[in-house]
Nanobody, 121 residues
Framework: QVHLVESGGGLVQPGGSLRLSCTASAGSLFSMNSWAWYRQAPGKEREWVARITAGGITDYAAQMKDRFTVSSDDSNTAYLQMDDLKPEDTAVYYC???????????????WGKGTLVTVSS
């Protein structure tokens, strides 16, 4: 089975920072083609936050571009560094990864269960 597990959420004051992590694991050898972060605020639809390709190309939603940084490393982990957090950033943050088993030609998207970020004083 494939598992994506997020961590690093919590309560932070406005203006503070958090670093989310998402680690992928599976029963067979694999590689990650890309990662993406999404969030869903209470009462709102899920929205895309950022993505990073295996080659390190990044892209961000306009409202996060100057405050959030997405990265990944060789340990099959992606990160979302969030700075200058605002109350409107309060949401459950989900990671999604396009994982390709080495025996397969194409990858498939998988999702984590999310981690809650609360920005409040």
């Amino acid at each position: 089975q494939v598992h994506l597990v997020e961590s690093g959420g919590g309560l932070v004051q406005p203006g503070g920072s958090l670093r989310l992590s998402c680690t992928a694991s599976a029963g067979s050898l694999f590689s990650m083609n890309s990662w993406a972060w999404y969030r869903q605020a209470p009462g709102k639809e899920r929205e895309w936050v950022a993505r990073i390709t295996a080659g390190g190309i990044t892209d961000y939603a306009a409202q996060m571009k100057d405050r959030f940084t997405v990265s990944s490393d060789d340990s099959n982990t992606a990160y979302l560094q969030m700075d200058d957090l605002k109350p409107e950033d309060t949401a459950v943050y989900y990671c999604s990864g396009n994982l390709r088993f080495v025996t397969r030609r194409y990858g498939k998207d998988y999702w984590g269960k999310g981690t809650l970020v609360t920005v409040s004083s």
